[in-house]
């Protein structure tokens, strides 16, 4: 395999991008006082993550070896930096920078109101088969023409 690039040290790694990109050769140095008495301490070959995109992560670069593997930095689609372990974005245990489930949870607040509990078997009597009185509704082309909780709730108040 041919060198293409040497990335100056990085936290205590020397980055050797290889000649098919798909592998970054890291090469720990244990730091002495002297350049010339540098040793290599040990090597890890691991896949370059560098341009991929994990659901709303985009990955910009290594940061280091960790306990566990290597650390990268991801760019969120919200526009967030971020810290994230190779195994949490290739297994997509972590699928953003926290703000995916932010955007999960309710804006309205009235989740745990009977309000809200009206809206959800509305919808599910109209659009869910496994629904016991589905056939009753969704099954006969009934449908439910509210798209969110909010237009419901501004419409009927």
């Known amino acids: 395999?041919?060198?293409?690039a040497i990335v100056e040290p990085l936290g205590g790694f020397w980055l050797i991008y290889m000649k098919d990109y798909s592998k970054i050769r890291a090469i720990l140095i244990k730091r002495n006082k002297s350049i010339k008495?540098?040793?290599?301490?040990?090597?890890?070959?691991?896949?370059?993550?560098?341009g991929q995109k994990f659901n709303r992560l985009q990955v910009l670069g290594f940061l280091g070896r960790r306990t566990g593997?290597?650390?990268?930095?991801?760019?969120?689609?919200c526009?967030?930096?971020?810290k994230v372990m190779a195994n949490k974005l290739k297994s997509g245990k972590t699928k953003s920078c926290g703000c995916f489930n932010q955007n999960r949870i309710t804006k309205h607040k009235m989740s745990n109101?009977?309000?809200y509990g009206l809206f959800k078997q509305l919808k599910s009597r109209c659009n869910n088969p496994k629904q016991a009185t589905f056939h009753l509704?969704?099954?006969?082309?009934?449908?439910c023409l509210w798209e969110s909780f909010e237009e419901f709730n501004n419409d009927m108040y």
Do not use: E, P
Not at 137 to 143: D, F, L
């Open 37 to 50: 008495q540098r040793q290599a301490v040990s090597k890890h070959f691991f896949h370059n993550l560098i």
């Open 113 to 115: 109101t009977r309000f």
């Open 69 to 77: 593997g290597s650390l990268w930095q991801c760019l969120c689609d």
């Open 1 to 4: 395999m041919v060198l293409l």
């Open 137 to 143: 509704y969704g099954g006969k082309g009934i449908k």
């Open 79 to 82: 526009g967030k930096i971020t």
